[in-house]
């Protein structure tokens, strides 16, 4: 029963993800929370793991590389808390109501999130002076 539960919610996160690669969002990061659940089951998984980790960090490293970018993401993140608010009270927007407006909204909060964390990141490795 663990094995197909870890399935489900590993397959999941992954499809989401891959939506997310083109829709708002952190895609390569939940793709790369998907795999990471299903090799905990699956251990042919796990050499997928690496490269997305890779792929996944570098891209948060870009976001947070210089001022410019740093603010478009903050932006960015701001735009989509915004779009959720009125998805959840417009009525003649497409697919209109809370429940793409929450996610819309919870898709903000996770890129300001993601935006902190990467440069929180960034900053402690430039000062230590390593890199992945």
């Given at each position: 029963?663990?094995?197909?539960?870890?399935?489900?919610?590993?397959?999941?996160?992954?499809?989401?993800?891959?939506?997310?690669?083109?829709?708002p969002g952190?895609?390569?990061?939940?793709?790369?929370?998907?795999?990471?659940?299903?090799?905990?089951?699956?251990?042919?998984?796990d050499r997928?793991?690496?490269?997305?980790?890779?792929?996944?960090?570098?891209?948060?490293?870009?976001?947070?590389?210089?001022?410019?970018?740093?603010?478009?993401?903050?932006?960015?993140?701001?735009?989509?808390?915004?779009?959720?608010?009125?998805?959840?009270?417009?009525?003649?927007?497409?697919?209109?109501g809370w429940?793409?407006?929450?996610?819309?909204?919870?898709?903000?909060?996770?890129?300001?999130?993601?935006?902190?964390?990467?440069?929180?990141?960034?900053?402690?490795?430039?000062?230590?002076?390593?890199?992945?």
């Amino acid at each position: 029963m663990k094995r197909v539960i870890v399935a489900v919610v590993g397959v999941v996160l992954v499809a989401v993800g891959v939506l997310l690669l083109v829709l708002p969002g952190p895609g390569l990061l939940i793709v790369l929370a998907g795999l990471l659940v299903l090799a905990t089951e699956f251990p042919a998984v796990d050499r997928y793991v690496v490269p997305v980790r890779r792929r996944a960090l570098r891209a948060a490293d870009d976001s947070v590389s210089s001022p410019l970018r740093i603010a478009a993401s903050i932006a960015g993140g701001l735009w989509l808390i915004g779009a959720g608010v009125a998805w959840g009270l417009v009525d003649w927007l497409p697919f209109a109501g809370w429940s793409a407006g929450t996610s819309l909204i919870l898709s903000g909060f996770i890129v300001l999130g993601l935006v902190v964390w990467s440069y929180r990141r960034t900053r402690t490795r430039q000062r230590a002076g390593t890199h992945d």
